[in-house]
């Protein structure tokens, strides 16, 4: 019988120590953490600033040596250097050339992965269209938005063509908007079958795209499991009616007041968030703008 293909990602019992230089003082910043992430999934690691996410991707991507435990990309071993041609990588705050355009960033990104010209006109075309820069293409980065500087930096962790894309705060400091597009190029990553490791502190955007959740607190894993088993309130059930008429509330009022036990907690319209409400009043006001011009 054939072996099972490995996980794209498996964190067993890492722990990462700092030593405050100039002091005997020790910082604990990952504490015996363990994850596993199957390949094509979107797992979201959330916690609070300063809880251990970004120790724990740089470990993974090899960037710093853990304490103790091991971490693997696709089988081979994070600090082997074969790992890293299979992943992309957005850090919180990409550093890019500013005076450089967008395809001149990508070409660059591209040679750095060995692609050969060719390669690199096809590959920038592909990439500056999935992140909707085409037309961005040939203006300088330092005229870039937030938002435009974190879609070239996706595509820029796309180039080599990766298995894994690990994505670090990926929408910090960008617009509801920009959020957005961030979000659905995360989506379209998985109906590619890409594997995507989202770091945030935005708990909406993780619930909006992520399969599997690890909620990290002082360094350690204290909650993990599917998204939906999670935020599923086991107590509690759903009934959704459209155009119900108040004589059949009042009906099925009547019959969860006959049932023993039962109690209705709720009943009312539904609510959306403020993001949804925000984004759907630029998208109405902007169709209005169109139709008085």
Same mark, same amino acid.
């Given at each position: ?6 996980? /794209? ?8 120590? +700092? ?21 094509? #999934? ?28 091991? /971490? ?27 005076? &450089? ?6 070409? +660059? ?29 040939? %203006? %300088? ?35 509801? /908007? ?13 109906? %590619? ?8 502190? &935005? &708990? ?15 360094? %350690? ?5 599917? &998204? ?21 509330? #009042?009906?099925?009022? /009547? ?22 409400? +925000? ?15």
């Amino acid at each position: 019988m054939a072996n099972a293909s490995p996980p /794209a990602v498996l964190i067993e019992g890492l722990t990462k120590i +700092f030593r405050l230089p100039f002091r005997k003082e020790e910082v604990v910043a990952v504490d015996d953490l363990s994850l596993e992430v199957g390949a094509g #999934e979107v797992y979201g690691l959330i916690g609070p600033n300063g809880s251990g996410k970004s120790t724990t991707m740089k470990v993974l991507l090899g960037l710093i040596a853990p304490s103790a435990g091991k /971490a693997s990309i696709f089988g081979l071993d994070s600090a082997d250097t074969a790992s890293r041609g299979s992943v992309g990588f957005l850090p919180e705050n990409p550093y890019f050339y500013k005076y &450089l355009t967008g395809s001149e960033t990508l070409a +660059f990104y591209g040679k750095l992965c060995g692609l050969s010209g060719k390669q690199i006109r096809r590959r920038s075309e592909e990439l500056l269209e999935l992140v909707d820069l085409t037309s961005a293409r040939d %203006r %300088r980065l330092g005229g870039y938005s937030k938002g435009m500087l974190q879609r070239i930096g996706l595509a820029q962790a796309l180039v080599g063509d990766p298995r894994l894309v690990v994505l670090d705060e990926p929408t910090a400091g960008v617009d509801p /908007a920009g959020s957005r597009k961030i979000r659905d190029l995360v989506l379209e990553l998985k109906r %590619r079958g890409i594997t995507v490791i989202l770091s945030s502190h &935005l &708990l909406e955007q993780v619930q909006e795209v992520c399969d599997e959740v690890g909620i990290i607190f002082n360094g %350690r894993l204290v909650r993990e499991g599917k &998204l939906d088993d999670l935020i599923a309130i086991e107590d509690q059930s759903e009934i959704v009616l459209q155009n119900a008429s108040p004589q059949l509330l #009042e009906r099925i009022g /009547a019959l969860v007041d006959e049932e023993d036990g039962a109690q209705m907690l709720r009943c009312g319209n539904p609510r959306t968030t403020l993001e949804r409400l +925000f984004l759907k009043a630029i998208s109405e006001g902007s169709s209005q703008e169109g139709e008085d011009h």
